[in-house]
């Protein structure tokens, strides 16, 4: 029975580096940010050449699926230039937010298991319009160690470390539309990746 309990306090475990703030932003900063994202040349998100449910807009840089490669995309916008500064004061001293890809997903559109390229190095998410079951999973042995994070709306998440370098997350299919702002600070690396 300790076993099972050990087992079980282990499967539930919040990743190492995951970090949750509730009301990250308030009601009207929600508003009027799905009012920006819902205005931008959204796009299908492109996996080589698959097109992805979900609808996507990059900017600073993209990563190219097809090259392999990151690449320059638009400069970031003026409009969320003060909502940079905020995810960088909860970052702390030296983070520099370089890379935002704002994603619009309808009802029934999820994102599968995956890590972020090795380019980035942290990653701050912002959950706006409706919440998501945030799942993250690692291998453990011969079995999957699992942690799922409810993300509310107004919320954000930052993924560094273990959660980050460890850990893949996914996003099952949302139960009403939802919007996100996803912001990414660089490694050492080039764009190129050199």
Do not use: N
């Amino acid at each position: 029975m300790t076993e099972q309990l050990a087992l079980f306090s282990a499967t539930e475990a919040m990743p190492e580096g995951l970090h949750y703030v509730a009301d990250f932003i308030p009601p009207a900063v929600e508003s009027k940010l799905i009012r920006h994202v819902s205005a931008l040349p959204l796009q299908p998100f492109q996996f080589g050449a698959y097109e992805g449910k979900r609808r996507v807009a990059s900017f600073g840089f993209r990563y190219d699926y097809t090259l392999r490669r990151l690449q320059e995309a638009a400069p970031i916008p003026e409009w969320l230039w003060p909502l940079v500064k905020q995810v960088e004061i909860f970052g702390g001293p030296s983070t520099s937010v370089a890379q935002i890809l704002c994603t619009e997903y309808d009802v029934g559109v999820g994102i599968g298991w995956h890590r972020d390229k090795p380019h980035f190095e942290r990653i701050f998410g912002l959950s706006l319009g409706s919440p998501c079951k945030f799942r993250f999973r690692r291998r453990l042995g011969e079995s999957w160690q699992r942690y799922t994070l409810d993300a509310e709306p107004r919320s954000l998440y930052m993924m560094s470390d273990e959660s980050r370098q460890i850990w893949e997350h996914s996003i099952p299919g949302v139960e009403a539309q939802r919007y996100s702002i996803t912001f990414r600070t660089m490694t050492d690396r080039k764009p190129d990746g050199t």
